[in-house]
């Protein structure tokens, strides 16, 4: 008898779980067909070229102009160099803590990654906007104002750093011990251990932690809205950098209020969130397919 | 076997919802807006606030938010069984709420357009305006900066992107200018766009390389550590961060700097009038509450937060 109530109970239990899933992937779809909906006046009226390559966003002028160019620029070069700050940091950091720290300190270490994740991103933007932007600006003559696409950049790649290290961290944890003790075995040092056999084993986890923390960094907002200054121009070279810019998220913040309900501004700002959708979409299900292969490759 | 049958479940259900969205295409979709609605009547004019539990709120322009906020602190001694709440969000979302019911009081730092007034007859409201204050914008600079006094034409030129330089408008020493502004939703946007951008010729618009920052203080804060920048913010925002730059008008004379006297008088070129506005002619609660807005009390709040008093 009491065997035959836990097995109901699991039973429900197993449902309970399978429902929660599959709903997931039903809200999913229908955020995916209400993005569309409210797109497609937009997609209608205007070229989906003249959408995406246009020089201009002018939303409210007497024609608006939806060009996207500026934006997606603007997110692409925020976005970009974030990364190239957070990756390295963080699979450094990933490595050290998976095979170097010592347990107390990984103790301590690991935490204190992982709570980095819950520094609200208002307040990252009020400190690069109160105080690391003025800093840089006051320090850089190149630097004329103190909101540029950099700044986001280093604002944004702290918010990465622990979507990076976790998934990197499992990747170096799921390596079998075997690898790793037999290049020790053969004479190889730590550093030789951990470039030439450990990294590459562990490499598909690694590609998709990037990809993961690439999908993290594309789709802030409020950090990005206070620190780049939103000026949607076309960044330039390496002084983009340095320059003011305005992503695809802080547009769609700053706009929502005022554009008038069923305007073609209000549609074009979904459009806009219908991008974000397919960038992200697509950048996790690349790293999925990574993980999943790099699964594959250790069994 | 259970199982399959809720993925199959699953799977319907995606493809209906997947139809229901597809249908609606062909028409613009009618969203309702993602606040709580209120109840409205649709012929509008509905006994503004009376019967409505002792609240009223207020939502709109940040620009009018200082008032509105002194307003329902003060008031709250004045009538202790009403309470006011109020929000900020820009004057596009003011008049928003109010047409879609989410607010009694729209704050609004500039008058009701074309396109929302349809919109709200359409919904059945008809948007009452009250003018509760007089606002000037001050064009402001970093201390260091040596510029005395800018011309009209020479801010609209800085601002639509004609120049760039500080050199071109006669300041030396301070490099490349960079234009701060505020974003699209809010009032004083469109009042600098109108008032100065378009001052002499409608067609100029704002240079994209403007920095759009979120409220007020942050224009006067990125002013205040940016030493070749140029912004623009209301009256009560100013303090000594910042230095107010003196403006000549259109016809010429003298520079004017902005305060209470030269915005009251209008010898200030870039001022406006701030307005709130209500569902139809305000009754009950509503009408006490603007009323006495406008008595001494009220209006002796608004010069305290930096405004000009009406009258």
Redesign the interface.
């Known amino acids: 008898m009491k065997k035959r109530v836990s097995r109901v109970w699991e039973w429900g239990i197993e449902?309970l779980i399978?429902?929660a899933g599959?709903l997931g992937?039903?809200l999913v779809?229908?955020i995916f067909?209400?993005l569309?909906?409210?797109s497609?006046?937009i997609l209608r009226d205007f070229a989906l070229a003249d959408l995406l390559a246009g020089r201009?966003?002018?939303?409210?002028?007497e024609p608006p102009r939806f060009g996207m160019l500026?934006l997606i620029l603007g997110s692409l070069y925020v976005t970009a160099g974030a990364l190239v700050i957070s990756i390295p940091l963080g699979v450094a950091t990933a490595i050290f803590i998976a095979e170097i720290a010592p347990p107390r300190a990984r103790e301590i270490l690991k935490p204190a990654v992982e709570l980095i994740a819950a520094v609200p991103s208002v307040v990252l933007g009020f400190i690069g906007?109160?105080v690391v932007?003025?800093w840089f600006?006051?320090s850089f003559d190149d630097i004329?104002?103190?909101?540029f696409a950099a700044l986001g950049s280093i604002m944004l790649a702290f918010m990465a750093l622990p979507t990076i290290v976790s998934i990197c961290e499992d990747a170096l944890y799921s390596v079998p011990r075997a690898l790793v003790n037999s290049s020790l075995a053969l004479g190889a040092t730590r550093w030789q251990t951990i470039t030439r056999a450990l990294l590459p084993a562990a490499r598909s986890g690694l590609i998709a932690a990037c990809l993961l923390g690439l999908g993290r960094a594309i789709g802030e907002t409020m950090t990005v809205?206070?620190v780049t200054?939103?000026?949607?121009?076309i960044p330039r070279g390496l002084m983009g950098f340095l320059r003011?810019v305005?992503t695809l998220t802080a547009t769609i913040a700053?706009?929502?209020?005022?554009?008038?309900?069923?305007?073609e501004h209000f549609?074009a700002l979904f459009t806009i969130g219908l991008l974000l959708f397919v960038i992200t979409f697509a950048v996790n299900t690349i790293a999925d397919l990574i993980i999943r292969r790099s699964e594959k490759d250790i069994a | 076997m259970?199982?399959d049958r809720?993925?199959l479940a699953?799977l319907a259900?995606?493809l209906i919802?997947?139809v229901v969205?597809?249908a609606?295409?062909p028409q613009?979709?009618?969203?309702e807006?993602p606040v709580i609605d209120m109840p409205r009547e649709p012929t509008g004019e509905r006994p503004a606030g009376g019967g409505e539990g002792e609240t009223i709120k207020v939502i709109g322009s940040t620009t009018v938010l200082p008032i509105a906020t002194a307003w329902a602190k003060a008031y709250a001694e004045v009538a202790p069984d009403v309470s006011v709440n109020v929000a900020g969000?820009?004057?596009?979302?003011g008049i928003?709420a109010l047409i879609n019911g989410t607010a009694d009081i729209g704050d609004a730092s500039r008058a009701i357009k074309d396109?929302?007034m349809e919109?709200a007859r359409a919904a059945g409201v008809e948007p009452v305006e009250h003018v509760i204050a007089y606002d000037g914008i001050a064009a402001v600079v970093h201390p260091s900066n040596p510029a005395s006094q800018l011309t009209l034409q020479q801010l609209s030129d800085i601002y639509s992107g004609q120049v760039t330089q500080w050199s071109e408008v006669g300041v030396d020493g301070v490099?490349?200018i960079?234009v701060?502004g505020r974003?699209?939703?809010?009032g004083t946007y469109g009042s600098w766009e109108e008032l100065v951008v378009q001052a002499e010729d409608d067609t100029r618009?704002y240079t994209?390389?403007?920095?759009?920052?979120?409220s007020n203080e942050?224009v006067r804060?990125?002013v205040a550590?940016?030493p070749?920048?140029i912004g623009y913010i209301g009256l009560g925002y100013l303090d000594d961060t910042v230095r107010t730059v003196p403006v000549v008008p259109l016809d010429g004379g003298d520079a004017v700097a902005p305060t209470e006297a030269t915005v009251a008088d209008g010898s200030y070129p870039i001022s406006r009038e701030l307005y709130m506005y209500t569902r139809g002619r305000p009754t009950g609660i509503i009408r006490a509450f603007l009323d006495w807005g406008m008595s001494e009390a009220g209006q002796k709040l608004v010069a305290e937060e930096g405004f000009v008093p009406v009258d």
């Open positions: 449902r399978q429902i599959i992937i039903i779809i229908l067909f209400f569309l909906r409210n497609l006046p201009e966003w002018r939303p409210v002028r500026p906007l109160m932007g003025p600006a006051r004329p104002v103190g909101s809205l206070m200054g939103n000026a949607a121009v003011p305005r700053a706009e929502m209020g005022e554009a008038a309900q069923r305007s549609f | 259970a199982t809720i993925i699953a259900l995606t919802a997947t969205a597809l609606g295409c613009p979709p009618v969203e807006p969000g820009g004057s596009g979302s928003e396109s929302e919109r490099g490349e960079t701060v974003d699209a939703s809010s618009e994209v390389a403007m920095l759009q920052m979120q942050t804060s990125t550590s940016t070749g920048a």
